[in-house]
């Protein structure tokens, strides 16, 4: 079982950046496939991006605009996201999976909201 800690969220103005943060406990991140998803008001939960070995994988709609990266050190996982919309307004929840598994570990989300 993995634990899982958002932190990063807030308030940002339309092209403006942020940096979540996810750290894990009871697992390594290396040793997972850890991923980034969100909901807004409304919707389905959807992917956002996930990392495995420094392989990171992007949603086409966040692509050149969110950098998903790791610290094996700190055993967290980042989501650097610049030039934000107003359509990335949403929780983003941080989740953790084994390969070739599903997701089976979330973070309890922390709320991302752009303005204009």
């Known amino acids: 079982q993995v634990q899982l800690v958002e932190s990063g969220g807030g308030l940002v103005q339309a092209g403006g950046s942020l940096r979540l943060s996810c750290a894990a406990s009871?697992?390594?991140?290396?040793?997972?496939?850890m991923g980034w998803y969100r909901q807004a008001p409304g919707k389905d939960r959807e992917f956002v991006a996930e990392?495995?070995?420094?392989?990171?994988k992007y949603n086409d709609d966040v692509k050149g605009r969110f950098a998903i990266s790791t610290d094996n050190v700190k055993n967290t996982v980042y989501l650097q996201m610049n030039s934000l919309k107003l359509e990335d307004t949403a929780v983003y929840y941080c989740?953790?999976?084994?390969?070739?598994?599903?997701?089976?570990?979330w973070g309890q989300g922390t709320q991302v909201t752009v303005s204009s």
């Open positions: 989740a953790a999976r084994s390969v070739g598994r599903p997701v089976d570990n």
């Open positions: 009871g697992r390594t991140v290396g040793s997972l496939t």
């Open positions: 990392i495995a070995w420094n392989v990171g």
